[in-house]
């Protein structure tokens, strides 16, 4: 059965050191999204990529985070260097964008998530 | 500035009755709403939508209500269910079809 996976499932790490999270959509699907849950902001979008391509990451830390798409299978988000402000939990969704224009809402399936802590 | 806000961090519930989770949003442009359900260790899974040229939309226990001129939306589940029992966003989109902004989340208990 189709699913979002994450790696690794838990991350514990020391401030400073590098952190890197893994998502392998859906197969077939064409968009991907990063997200991070806390309990003082809840789920918040940091980045999104369409065939790829990012189309806004407007939502993440410029200066210490990255988000990338090496291949359909494959996404990335880092973390250097890490603060223990970024403990959260990351979530990773992808979806399908279907074809022709239109109003639409893109549904959107969610990993299992990655629990970063970093002392 | 939270443009989606559920307002309830939790909410219990007995077995049987109907549970009614709220919702509020401030950006005019939002059409579409969602609601997700989260399992502890899961990540969110899309449970019932509404658009906004909707008052209302049923699926089958769960029922999602929409208030345009007060920007306020509720979900129903009834008869509530221990296995209901999680955490629901709410979220909401509009002017672009991929982005959602969800809310805080409230955490349903239902208890037998």
């Known amino acids: 059965d189709a699913r979002v996976t994450q790696t690794p499932r838990h991350k514990v790490t020391e401030m400073g050191q590098e952190v890197t999270m893994r998502c392998q959509p859906i197969?077939?699907?064409?968009?991907v999204f990063w997200y991070r849950q806390t309990m003082m902001q809840g789920l918040e979008l940091l980045a999104y990529?369409?065939?790829?391509?990012?189309?806004?990451d407007s939502g993440m830390p410029k200066d210490r985070f990255s988000a990338e798409m090496p291949d359909a299978t494959l996404a990335t988000l880092k973390i250097q260097p890490s603060e223990p402000r970024d403990s959260a939990v990351y979530f990773c969704?992808?979806?399908?964008?279907?074809?022709?224009?239109?109003?639409?809402?893109?549904?959107?399936?969610f990993g299992p998530g990655t629990r970063l802590t970093v002392l | 500035d939270q443009q989606v806000k559920q307002n309830s961090p939790s909410l219990s519930v007995q077995e049987g009755r109907i549970s009614i989770l709220n919702c509020d949003y401030t950006?005019?442009?939002?059409?579409?709403f969602l609601w997700y359900k989260k399992y502890p260790a899961e990540g969110p899974t899309f449970l019932i939508s509404?658009?906004?040229?909707?008052d209302k939309n049923e699926d089958g226990r769960f029922t999602v209500f929409l208030n345009k001129s007060a920007k306020h939306l509720s979900l129903h589940i009834v008869p509530s269910q221990p296995g209901d029992s999680a955490v629901y966003f709410c979220?909401?989109?509009?002017?672009?079809?991929?982005?959602?902004?969800f809310g805080k989340g409230t955490l349903l208990t239902v208890n037998p």
């Open positions: 979220a909401a989109s509009g002017g672009s079809n991929y982005k959602l902004t």
């Open positions: 990529f369409r065939n790829r391509a990012p189309l806004d």
């Open positions: 197969l077939g699907h064409n968009t």
């Open positions: 969704a992808s979806g399908l964008v279907p074809a022709g224009p239109g109003r639409w809402v893109l549904e959107q399936f």
């Open positions: 509404i658009s906004s040229i909707k």
């Open positions: 950006n005019s442009m939002f059409d579409y």
